[in-house]
């Protein structure tokens, strides 16, 4: 068995309820397009990837996976000295603003926690969610690629989670499909294939089948 299967089946050892599919940062400032305003329109894969991970974790909650929907809040109280240097209040996803608010409706029974940077992992109430849950897989959705999906993968493998990172479900901003988003899609592909799939229904399909549903 190579190493990819051998990834792909720790992964599947595993049943949906140890599992929790981690919607990275579903947020207005990178996902509705009126924060273009009147000019062009350059977050509708972030959009269409929301919306399709969305369907994605009513599903699988529907499997009896667990859900957790990661909130990006900039607040500069919550930040080092250093950090304020490079951050304005009025900065992307700032505290109590609409643009940190949810671009999606959180399915029923999910949880949602509080993030101050890019890296969820240090976000204590997401890892006290993992914690608390006995999580020991996680199904990697959401945006922005180069940055707050990219720091979930490497903290999973960081941490010995079994992970997957369905590619319908990532996303970042239109401009970035021939630089920087395709940059690290080429990375996860080389250097993570085993926790790569092209589609999300893979793993739907694997679950319904273990639980001898159609």
Known sequence: MGAAQLGTEGFFDLF???VAVVMVDFQNDFCSPEVCGGGPVTNSR????????SVFAARAAGLGAQ??????????DHLTGRQRRWERPDGLCAAGTWGAGLFIEPVRGSSVVVKHRYDCW???????FLDGNDIDGLVICGVELVCCVL?????????????????DLVSGQDPGDQAGNKAVRDYLRFNHPEHVLDSSEEILGRWRARAGQR
């Open 16 to 18: 949906p309820r140890q």
């Open 46 to 53: 972030n959009a269409e990837a929301a919306q399709r991970a």
């Open 67 to 76: 859900v957790v929907y990661t909130q990006q809040i900039l607040d500069m």
């Open 122 to 128: 240090q976000s204590p109430s997401f890892t006290g």
């Open 151 to 167: 720091y979930a993968v490497l903290g999973a493998a960081e941490r010995g989670y079994h992970y997957m990172v369905p590619r």
